[in-house]
């Protein structure tokens, strides 16, 4: 069976988005709907249409949302009042209420929805997620993960946390398997927006495990790490560059008996992981693809998983604001 899909918003997520379905395996992409004249009469050879539901004529199963946050909920119920599933780019909604009803509409009507969390189809923690089920870790102690780089000028209609820590909140649940329990933060508004542009977050997970993000939108360069500490050892994972490289404990005499009550770790083997480096959205499509063909949710990040995401990112944006100085 072949499915018709199509993208709405087209701007810098949405040509991506636009190339990869005119390629898939499976999927016929039928074009892009867009209200501004000026993208273009065509994109990768298919129209561009100004006309929400006159592009929704055409005939979809589903479509990718990649326009502002604050239309996400608009586009995905017309979506669903013509039975057509949605792949939804992150964060899923403008706010937690505004996540629960798209949620809970798509559950109503039998949708499949899906949120662009891309990360999790980084090679990277794709390859980390797998060696901490195997054990290789052990116990998970600790996750820190770093997020920074320049503003990106695309971004208007939200913060630092619901842009950029979405993606962390996300990927250090799925990675750890583990769900949030506490969080709080520190934020602070350096490039004269509304919205928060730095921000140093602290939590607690459901089996003890610590975690610890420092995003922001003010570094001149680009850095995505996320390392995890185990009992084991620590993996650490660079999402830019697909690595995962992996510090094992190494195992030492003691000989100084001052040092023998002292439970610690020592230097051991470092080992940098060989992995197929899949695109991450390719990945992400063919998991929606194979969703909305078959039903099976498992391989995708869920409207309740985007739902969680932003409820944990507000309770961010909420301590950060409690506790900023002046």
Same mark, same amino acid.
């Given at each position: 069976?072949?499915?018709?899909?199509?993208?709405?918003?087209?701007?810098?997520?949405?040509?991506?988005?636009?190339?990869?379905?005119?390629?898939?395996?499976?999927?016929?992409?039928?074009?892009?709907?867009?209200?501004?004249?000026?993208?273009?009469?065509?994109?990768?050879?298919?129209?561009?249409?100004?006309?929400?539901?006159?592009?929704?004529?055409?005939?979809?199963?589903?479509?990718?949302?990649?326009?502002?946050?604050?239309?996400?909920?608009?586009?995905?119920?017309?979506?669903?009042?013509?039975?057509?599933?949605?792949?939804?780019?992150?964060?899923?909604?403008?706010?937690?209420?505004?996540?629960?009803?798209?949620?809970?509409?798509?559950?109503?009507?039998?949708?499949?929805?899906?949120?662009?969390?891309?990360?999790?189809?980084?090679?990277?923690?794709?390859?980390?997620?797998?060696?901490?089920?195997?054990?290789?870790?052990?116990?998970?102690?600790?996750?820190?993960?770093?997020?920074?780089?320049?503003?990106?000028? =695309?971004? &208007?209609?939200?913060?630092?946390?619901?842009? #950029? +820590?979405? !993606?962390?909140?996300?990927?250090? /649940?799925?990675? %750890?398997?583990?769900?949030?329990?506490?969080?709080?933060?520190?934020?602070?508004?350096?490039?004269?927006?509304?919205?928060?542009?730095?921000?140093?977050?602290?939590?607690?997970?459901?089996?003890?495990?610590?975690?610890?993000?420092?995003?922001?939108?003010?570094?001149?360069?680009?850095?995505?790490?996320?390392?995890?500490?185990?009992?084991?050892?620590?993996?650490?994972?660079?999402?830019?560059?697909?690595?995962?490289?992996?510090?094992?404990?190494?195992?030492?005499?003691?000989?100084w008996d001052g040092s023998a009550s002292f439970r610690g770790?020592?230097?051991?083997?470092?080992? =940098?992981? &060989?992995?197929?480096?899949?695109?991450?959205? #390719? +990945?992400? !499509?063919?998991?929606?693809?194979? /969703?909305?063909? %078959?039903?099976?949710?498992?391989?995708?990040?869920?409207?309740?998983?985007?739902?969680?995401?932003?409820?944990?990112?507000?309770?961010?944006?909420?301590?950060?604001?409690?506790?900023?100085?002046?």
């Open positions: 069976m072949t499915l018709r899909a199509g993208v709405v918003g087209l701007g810098v997520m949405g040509r991506h988005h636009s190339r990869v379905l005119s390629q898939l395996d499976g999927v016929e992409f039928v074009g892009v709907s867009d209200p501004a004249d000026s993208v273009g009469p065509t994109i990768q050879g298919k129209p561009v249409f100004t006309s929400l539901d006159e592009f929704l004529d055409q005939g979809v199963d589903y479509c990718v949302v990649s326009a502002p946050t604050t239309y996400h909920l608009s586009i995905a119920q017309q979506l669903a009042d013509r039975g057509i599933h949605a792949l939804v780019e992150k964060p899923v909604a403008s706010t937690a209420e505004e996540a629960v009803t798209l949620r809970d509409l798509f559950t109503s009507k039998n949708l499949v929805g899906g949120v662009g969390h891309i990360e999790r189809y980084n090679p990277a923690l794709q390859a980390a997620r797998a060696r901490i089920e195997d054990g290789l870790l052990g116990e998970i102690y600790q996750v820190a993960t770093r997020r920074q780089g320049p503003f990106p000028g =695309r971004i &208007a209609d939200v913060g630092v946390i619901k842009d #950029l +820590a979405s !993606h962390d909140i996300d990927l250090t /649940a799925w990675v %750890t398997q583990q769900e949030y329990v506490s969080v709080n933060a520190r934020t602070a508004h350096r490039s004269g927006r509304a919205h928060e542009d730095m921000v140093v977050a602290v939590g607690t997970l459901s089996k003890g495990t610590i975690v610890s993000h420092t995003i922001n939108w003010l570094t001149p360069f680009k850095e995505r790490v996320t390392v995890i500490t185990g009992e084991n050892g620590v993996l650490v994972a660079d999402t830019l560059t697909a690595d995962l490289t992996y510090y094992q404990n190494g195992v030492i005499e003691q000989t770790v020592s230097e051991g083997d470092m080992t =940098r992981f &060989a992995l197929n480096r899949k695109e991450p959205l #390719l +990945a992400e !499509h063919e998991a929606f693809r194979d /969703a909305v063909l %078959t039903g099976d949710q498992s391989k995708i990040v869920t409207f309740a998983e985007g739902t969680r995401v932003v409820e944990i990112a507000e309770a961010m944006v909420a301590d950060g604001v409690t506790h900023r100085l002046g």
